[in-house]
């Protein structure tokens, strides 16, 4: 598809198969990112030991701290890039580009250090402290300390796969993913096992690996990362994209920065706040466990659940990544009808999407949890977890679409506070002030998520009726749809 036909049809296509169009490829694409943890985890669980699964769990916040960093760039980014295509200022579009591009680099070269040299080593003793093993703080340590300095190539990579599904480009950007993830998924199983067992054969015959065990696994991490960075530059360097990378527009553009930053902190708070609840909920296993073992079995089952709520809950975001380009163009189009129509049907895809994700979790607990380890107590543990927690997250549908829609029209103080409403108005209260009225301690830990889901869920209807009858009052003055202005231009 040429690209004035990519704009026609963000303005004037068939709703449901565009989001399809642009959300397949986002869900191949997040699926291939989350296999890069997935496949660790089940490789490391099944080679390496709890010990190794819970180390990798108290990784989680630091890492999702830096992703976060990427996501306030990234996403205020191809959110601008959207509205200036809408609106026709491909200049404007261009500028965003190279302005993504820049701040990514200059964020990718500060915070990874500064974590590195004055963060992640105490927060690690005051996350876990006695309530896990030696073993459990020492590899957390060890696979932070080598991933750390490769997180730049992360940034671009996932930057730059942003821009090219906000500028029609969705397919391209799932082909840079999936590179990265094929390198991954071979590295892994050579850098983590000494013998590495052939499929097929009943473990009988193996051929030689490297034996690094987790080391191995932050090494192929990183080779990968760096792989699907260099695949993103050459999509953009080879001339096929619709916005132009030019070498005069890496910069950070005064009028453009405050702008993608503000729509780009909703997410970005959101994720931060996953790293500080990861921290909250591995605290709190390791406070009111009665052993360090006990407690590493709980910070391991949270691992588990972590990763698989990721995997699941890939298709409900690939349709926010679906809605959000449509809204984003067709608001800078001011074609507020059509805005209108994908907020609905991405409402009701949301909601499918989040019951599906919650069954499957809740009925295949047991066998999910099997993937991930080996330790009978680990199995029970995780498997009691999946059930408990996600079992109202089906609720969750009003909450995503709406902070999808806020931050794709460029409203980010309603997104940030929506995107903040489950998080931290709920859940985080809630794990640090219900244990203490409850005889079982790690059940009212597991009992705050989904009790946090039902409270968001409530309290976004509210906001969400009151903007959906301002599009309709809005769809009365609308302008002719973008299509249509092309077709008589």
Known sequence: MDNSKKLEALGGGKLLPLIFRYAWPSVVTMTVHQLYNVVDRIYIGQGCGPDAIAGLALTF?????????GVLIGMGCSTILSISLGAGKMHDAERVLGQCLAMKILFGLIFPPLLFFFGFKPLLALMAGDGATASTLAIAHQYLSITIFFNIFAHLGFGLSATMRA???????????I????????????????????PFTDNALTIPGLGLGVVG?????????????????????????????????????????????????????MQIMGAFIGFSMNHAFARWSGTPEEGTIQICAFG??????????????????????????????KSYGRVRKTLVLG????????????SGMVCFARSLSRCFATDAPVIDAATFALRIANCM???????????????????????????????????????????????????????AMPISDLVAQLATIIPLRREYLHLVRLQVGDRAPFARKLKTA
């Open 347 to 358: 409402l009701r895809l949301t909601a499918i999407t989040c019951f599906l994700s919650c």
């Open 304 to 333: 588990i659940v972590n990763t698989i709520c990721f995997l699941f809950f890939i298709p409900t975001m690939g349709v926010q990544q679906g809605m959000a380009p449509i809204i984003g163009f067709n608001w800078g189009a």
């Open 217 to 269: 696994a932050a090494w192929a991490t990183n080779i990968s990362m760096t792989v699907t960075c260099f695949s993103a530059l050459f999509f953009y360097l080879s001339g096929r994209s619709v916005v132009k990378m030019r070498l005069a527009n890496i910069r950070i553009w005064r009028d453009l920065a405050p702008r993608a930053l503000s729509i780009g902190l909703s997410p970005c708070l």
């Open 393 to 447: 997250i089906w609720t969750i549908f009003v909450n995503v679409a709406a902070t999808t829609y806020f931050q794709a029209v460029g409203r980010p103080k309603t997104a940030i506070f929506l995107s903040l409403l489950r998080q931290f108005f709920c859940l985080l209260p809630i794990v640090w002030i219900l244990p203490h009225f409850m005889e079982h301690h790690i059940l009212a830990i597991w009992l």
């Open 179 to 198: 590179i990265g993830c094929a390198t991954n998924i071979i590295l892994d199983p050579i850098f983590i096992f000494r013998q590495i067992p052939i």
């Open 61 to 69: 916040p630091f890492m999702g701290a830096l992703g976060a960093i």
């Open 167 to 177: 500028e029609g480009s969705p397919k391209q950007s799932m082909v840079c993913m």
